[in-house]
């Protein structure tokens, strides 16, 4: 009788404490690779069922979605799940969409036909878990372009319009006197703008004015891609490029200069310093030793003859100098010259004086 209360007790004691060790054996299943999620386990924790993740459905709607633990590791999981398919989308009218899939998270790109642009924000559809979101299709209208810009010095070759279709052309003109720099047509284009960009009128090239230059070709006005040469004086030179076209932005050159040539102020600053030494007045001359004065007076003229060679050895000096300086540059020559011409002047002037001077006393001892 005893045994018949007891034996069954110790029985569910030692099945309770079996299920107690399972469970303390298995950790909680994942099977992420499979596109699952963990629905539930089992009181006894023996057991885990599995659902596919939104979005996803089964590859096997049949396949057993629950494991088992058994020791300590859980058994395998043969059900795995698959993304959903939304289904590719129509096209819609005078455009189509450009998706990235038809998958659940795919999306679909609305794009008008050429000519055509959408109405209104575009916004992508996106695969959701119950098809494509979106309520309607996007509308995608004609192509429509306000009239384009007017131009300075040109204008509109027809009268324009409030808009205008995708692909029709402009023209515009300039007025007398200007030329049409860029393209004088204009196309409607795709997206609402008339392209290529407005031409411009332009009325050519201000005159060059290049000092001590002739002009040998070329004559104004100096309209576009109109060509001018030119050449320098005779003692000068030309630095820069002597034949300049006008363009759209100006003359396609700087402008040349005409500099004078080294040798040909160095031969004219020269030949100014000779004829200057040569052609002195008569009245600053220097004085000449007189032949026919008295022999009481000859001491007197000995002296002045002796004085003449010095002054002549002293412009000979001077003439050295201008040499050099000469030969050092135009500009010290130039001041060396003034030096020179105005020393010659004072002692020209101081000898004439002295000599003037003397020959009244030579005649009071005759």
């Given at each position: 009788m005893g045994c018949k209360v007891l034996c069954p007790s110790f029985a569910l004691l030692a099945y309770l404490m079996i299920c107690e060790h399972v469970r303390a054996q298995c950790t909680q299943?994942?099977?992420?690779?499979?596109?699952?999620?963990?629905?539930?386990?089992?009181?006894?924790?023996?057991?885990?069922?599995?659902?596919?993740?939104?979005?996803?459905?089964?590859?096997?709607?049949?396949?057993?979605?629950?494991?088992?633990?058994?020791?300590?590791?859980?058994?395998?999981?043969?059900?795995?799940?698959?993304?959903?398919?939304?289904?590719?989308?129509?096209?819609?009218?005078?455009?189509?969409?450009?998706?990235?899939?038809?998958?659940?998270?795919?999306?679909?790109?609305?794009?008008?036909?050429?000519?055509?642009?959408?109405?209104?924000?575009?916004?992508?559809?996106?695969?959701?878990?119950?098809?494509?979101?979106?309520?309607?299709?996007?509308?995608?209208?004609?192509?429509?372009?306000?009239?384009?810009?007017?131009?300075?010095?040109g204008q509109l070759v027809d009268v324009p319009l409030d808009s205008y279709s995708y692909l029709q052309a402009v023209s515009y003109r300039c007025n007398e006197g200007f030329d049409i720099v860029g393209e004088s047509s204009l196309f409607c284009s795709d997206d609402g703008n008339f392209k290529p960009g407005p031409p411009e009128c332009f009325g050519g090239c201000l005159k060059p004015i290049i000092p001590n230059a002739i002009r040998i070709s070329g004559r104004p006005p100096y309209k576009l891609k109109s060509t001018v040469e030119y050449k320098c004086e005779k003692g000068y030179t030309m630095k820069g490029e002597s034949s300049i076209t006008c363009e759209a932005n100006g003359w396609n050159h700087p402008l040349p200069q005409c500099i004078v040539s080294p040798t040909t102020l160095t031969t004219a600053v020269t030949s100014r310093v000779h004829t200057t030494s040569m052609t002195l007045p008569k009245d600053k001359a220097l004085p000449t030793t007189p032949t026919t004065a008295a022999t009481s007076a000859s001491s007197r003229v000995h002296t002045t003859s002796k004085a003449l060679p010095e002054e002549k050895e002293e412009t000979t000096n001077t003439n050295k100098s201008v040499a050099v300086g000469v030969g050092i540059g135009v500009s010290v020559t130039v001041a060396?010259?003034?030096?020179?011409?105005?020393?010659?002047?004072?002692?020209?002037?101081?000898?004439?004086?002295?000599?003037?001077?003397?020959?009244?006393?030579?005649?009071?001892?005759l």
């Open positions: 299943p994942s099977f992420g690779s499979n596109n699952v999620v963990l629905t539930g386990i089992s009181a006894d924790g023996s057991t885990a069922t599995f659902e596919c993740m939104i979005g996803y459905k089964p590859v096997d709607s049949k396949a057993s979605r629950s494991v088992t633990c058994k020791g300590n590791q859980w058994t395998n999981l043969d059900f795995t799940c698959t993304k959903k398919s939304c289904g590719p989308l129509p096209d819609i009218i005078n455009g189509r969409y450009e998706m990235t899939g038809i998958l659940f998270g795919d999306t679909a790109k609305p794009v008008c036909n050429q000519g055509y642009m959408l109405a209104g924000q575009e916004t992508p559809r996106v695969c959701r878990e119950k098809g494509w979101d979106g309520q309607s299709d996007p509308l995608c209208e004609s192509v429509k372009c306000l009239p384009p810009p007017a131009i300075e010095n060396v010259v003034a030096g020179i011409l105005f020393g010659l002047y004072k002692k020209s002037t101081r000898s004439k004086h002295q000599h003037s001077q003397k020959v009244p006393s030579d005649a009071s001892e």
